[in-house]
Each structure stands twice: as C-alpha cells, then as structure tokens.
C-alpha cells in the first residue's frame, strides 16, 4: 500500500512517515532515504551526523484540487576528514535531487505550474496551486531565458527573425528555426544590442549549422548578422518584397484619389492577377488609360510575384535584372525609385533561389502571438508575456531538459 502511495506521489527519493488531510492540503512528513551526503568541499562521502534541522515545508504538487505538501525533515553531517585539515567542523546539509536549493516548492510542483501556464491564466494557476503570482512568475523566469533561446536537439540550418507588435510602436521580435518549424525565443525589445546579445549566446554548434537567414526589408539587424554569423546568407522575405510594393501601390493610388476625387478599389490592386474577374480586367484597363504609372507599378509587381514562381536561380536572375533595367528606363518617378531599393537588396532577393528560405513559419508565429495576447486580453509585463507566449509553443518536457541542463 505504501508503495502506491509513493508512486502516486511520486516520492521516491524519500521514506514516509506520516501522512495528514486538512481540508484541501495534505501533509505528508517525509526523511531522505539516504545515510548520508557528499562533503561540499572535498567531496568524500560522509554520514556523521551533526544535527537534526527544523522541517521545511514544501509544495510538491497538486492533485485532484488538493495540494500536496511535504514536511521534510532534513539533517545537517560534518566531515572529519576536512576538521582534521584545519580544525573546523565542515557542515554539509542534506540535498535532494526533487527539490532547488533555497525553494519552497519542488521541480514536480514547477512543472505542474508550466504545464497549465500553457494553456491558463496566470490567476486560474494561483487558485490551483495556491500560490503567489510572485511565485509563478519565478518559475517562468527560472525556466525560460529568452536571450538563450530553447534550441531543438536537431541542427538549425535556417533561422527566421521578424518582429510583432507588443502595445502600439512597441516591436518584439521572434526568432524562429525554419527549417524545423520550432519557435526559438521572443526578445524582449527590437534594439539592435538585444539582438546582437541573442546571436553572441548562441551555442558554438548551431551558428556553424545556419546555412541562412530570412529578414523583412530592415537594415537594423544586417550589419549585426554579417557579423555574427558570417557563414550564413542573408535572404529578404518573398512576402515583405511584395508587401512593400503594395505599399507603394497603396500610397499612389490614395494621392491619385485625393487630387483627382476619383475612388479607386483597393482590391483590384492587391489581388493576383490570375485570380481577376473579367469585370476587374477591364476595370484595370480603364485605369491604364487614366493614370499609367499606377498601372505600370502594379504590373512590376506582378512581374515579382511570376519570378518568384520560377525553379531555376540563374533563370531566375536573368528575368530579375531584365525586369531592373526596363524600371531604370521607365518614364515614372514612383518606379525608378523602387528600382533602387530593389538594387539595394538584389543580393538578398536572388539569395531565396539557393534554398527557397521564407518567413511564412514566423509569421504564422506571430499571428498565434496575436491570439494569445487577445485572448488574455493583453499583457502589462512584457517579460511575462513573452515567456507565457513561449510556453503555448514549446513542449515541456523540452523545457524541463533545458532547464536540468
């Protein structure tokens, strides 16, 4: 019977001597199994003892909406080998592999407390675990570091750093494994040192796997990835690129409304062109006769969008440069100016035909980011959100393993 009830609790690190019910906390007392501990300086194993200490009490887990706590009774032992050194008593107190130096609770009862965080509020964890916020929030920061990241046991080849809106201007990026669909960390600030203090602590083995590194249009971080990771290459979004020359569309066409009070549907711009109606291809049309450069603009656009499709590099470069030198040539500001951003990052645009490298994983992260902020009905403390974000990604028993480690 007394072995159940060890499994159930999962103490098998120590001999019970009594258990106790009241209301909803059970009090089980408890004593190591061991005779005796390792000496703290010289490391022989000792068993004189020197004194019983007080009970400490210990949350050890919650089950069926009762919590479990343990009285241990721990004992302090002193070496004679060391007194004889240099006749003091050294004291070396019993340690015990479930429980963190100076905590009041147990690695069981920490990983209770992570498990539900990842799916539940931080005040339905309280009133589980009867515990304090400020003690939850310990957990996660003693668990989670997001300037370390939590890297798969695979090998990176490619990572992904994009940022997401936090409150209003206030930008985090995310750093994901591409190549693995994993999410890597949340920093908690889009400076350009917290990012460069993230690559200097990745882990020697990883910076040598990355083959490549996908961005959005931001000079912000290239200087520093160039120079921490100089082996990877560096690739702009496919989707970015066609953002910004939406973006561009967009501007034109609200002047264009503006100065001449026309209305002109935003969706016929946006939408691709093997997805337009009959109605959409003359309405376009129509516009080609009034007002060129917006037509011009969208149809580079759609250039971009046919290059991206094409399987080949090389191929790939040639229609590229051939559709750069006829926007070099064009007759229209708006377009000649695009030309040159685009020349600025020619080097990173081609670089997606060497391993077909997008962001789309990090942002499917970042709209999941959306969610959980909307359905907590947003965070105050950033440090609580990223870390309460990064839980509903990775898997415990990962995080467990990184923390042990």
């Not at 100089?230 to 939406?246: C, E, L, Q, W």
């Not at 309405?283 to 037509?295: M, R």
Request: a positive charge; one cysteine or more.
């Amino acid at each position: 019977m007394q072995n159940c009830f060890i499994k159930l609790f999962k103490l098998q690190e120590f001999h019970v001597e009594n258990s106790e019910l009241k209301g909803k906390v059970m009090l089980i007392t408890v004593r190591p199994k061991t005779k005796g501990v390792r000496c703290r300086d010289c490391g022989r194993y000792v068993s004189t003892l020197n004194r019983h200490l007080k009970p400490k009490k210990i949350k050890h887990m919650f089950w069926q909406g009762n919590l479990i706590v343990l009285l241990v009774k721990t004992r302090a032992f002193f070496c004679w080998q060391c007194q004889k050194k240099d006749q003091r008593r050294h004291i070396t107190v019993d340690r015990l592999r479930s429980i963190p130096l100076k905590k009041s609770y147990s690695l069981l009862y920490a990983d209770q407390i992570m498990k539900g965080l990842g799916s539940t509020s931080f005040k339905t964890q309280q009133e589980l675990a009867e515990s304090s916020f400020s003690t939850i929030e310990q957990i996660l920061n003693d668990r989670i570091d997001p300037f370390i990241g939590v890297w798969p046991q695979e090998a990176v080849t490619s990572l992904g750093l994009d940022c997401h809106s936090f409150s209003g201007q206030k930008m985090l990026p995310t750093i994901t494994d591409i190549s693995n669909h994993k999410l890597i960390s949340i920093l908690p600030d889009d400076k350009r040192t917290t990012v460069e203090k993230f690559l200097k602590e990745m882990p020697e083995t990883q910076k040598e796997n990355i083959n490549d590194v996908c961005i959005d249009m931001s000079r912000q971080y290239y200087q520093t990835i160039k120079r921490e990771l100089p082996r990877a290459k560096i690739v702009v979004d496919a989707f970015h690129i066609i953002a910004d020359a939406n973006k561009r569309i967009s501007e034109l066409r609200a002047i264009i409304q503006k100065t001449d009070k026309v209305k002109l549907p935003k969706i016929l711009f946006d939408k691709p062109k093997e997805h337009l109606k009959p109605n959409d291809r003359v309405a376009l049309n129509e516009i080609n006769k009034a007002y060129p450069e917006l037509f011009a603009l969208w149809g580079f656009k759609e250039e971009l969008r046919r290059m991206y499709k094409i399987p080949n590099g090389t191929l790939a470069k040639i229609t590229f440069d051939s559709m750069l030198k006829r926007m070099r040539l064009s007759e229209y500001q708006s377009v000649k100016y695009w030309s040159k951003t685009l020349i600025r990052w020619q080097d990173e645009i081609l670089a997606y035909f060497d391993n077909f490298t997008t962001n789309g994983y990090t942002e499917g992260v970042n709209t999941k980011l959306k969610t959980i902020k909307r359905l907590s009905y947003g965070f105050r403390n950033i440090d609580n959100y990223i870390r309460k974000a990064m839980l509903s990604f990775i898997p415990i028993s990962l995080l467990v393993a990184h923390y042990l480690t």
